[in-house]
Structures are given as C-alpha cells and as structure tokens.
C-alpha cells in the first residue's frame, strides 16, 4: 500500500442500523457472505487514516429491522484523500455482487506514488514548473 492519507469515510444508510467500514486485504472465493472479505474494520462517518490504494468497502441498511435495506459500496483511497466510487450494490447478494469487483480492484498494480498536488501548484505551466526545477539546480 501507498502512504497514509486523511479520507472521510461515509456513513451509508442510517446511523441506528447496522453500518460498518472495512480495508479489503483478501477476498475469499469460496464464500458469497460479508465474511468473504477479509481486512481492518474502520469507523464510518468520520475522519481515518488510510493507505493510498486501498480498496475499502462500506456497508449500511435503512428501513425497519424486519425488512432491512442493504446498500454496500467500494472505494479506492485516491492519493489526495478522495474516495473513487468503483462498484456499489443493494439487496441481501450485496456481498456476490461485489466480490469480482473487488478481486479485480487487489489484484490491479498498485497505483504509482503521486505527490499531493495543490491547487495553486496545478495553476502553474509545464514549463513554468520546469524552469522553477532548473533554477534550483534539479535537472
């Protein structure tokens, strides 16, 4: 995994429901449940500190305790500390609708370190940047 960045982890469905985050490390094939992914559990709703790369899964339900409505979705850790939206599903298969996904998501090369570029600093020019790098002697 890549370095430690802030990201905000979502809360998805409703607070007094089940909801749960989770750093996806493993995926087991052979199951078709939520115990098929194996990995750090996270807090949801909140800041937390997580590996640029990562694949991280977040499950929430609404509705009644009866009749629960399942949402789950994944994410990937971006190196500015945004999460890119990569597969999400509903319904109790949530977790065999998900599963290809994210064994595809590991399995990707990991992403190439980038630096946490500002704003103001992407204003700038090629070439401007350039010539700041050569007044200071970088090549």
Do not use: C, H
Not at 62 to 85: C, H, K, M, W, Y
């Amino acid at each position: 995994m890549g370095p430690i960045v802030a990201v905000e982890v979502p809360l998805i469905g409703d607070e007094r429901r089940k909801n749960w985050a989770k750093v996806v490390e493993a995926v087991d094939d052979a199951s078709t449940t939520g115990w098929a992914y194996e990995g750090t559990f996270v807090a949801v709703g909140g800041i937390q500190d997580l590996p640029v790369g990562a694949v991280l899964l977040v499950y929430g339900e609404r509705g009644s305790r009866g009749n629960p409505q399942i949402e789950a979705r994944v994410f990937v850790v971006g190196g500015d500390g945004t999460l890119s939206l990569e597969a999400t599903a509903r319904g109790r298969a949530w977790a065999r609708t998900l599963r290809d996904r994210v064994v595809e998501l590991l399995e990707a090369p990991a992403p190439a370190a980038t630096l946490p570029w500002t704003p103001e600093l992407r204003a700038y020019s090629d070439e401007a940047i350039l010539e700041e790098a050569r007044r200071r002697g970088l090549r």
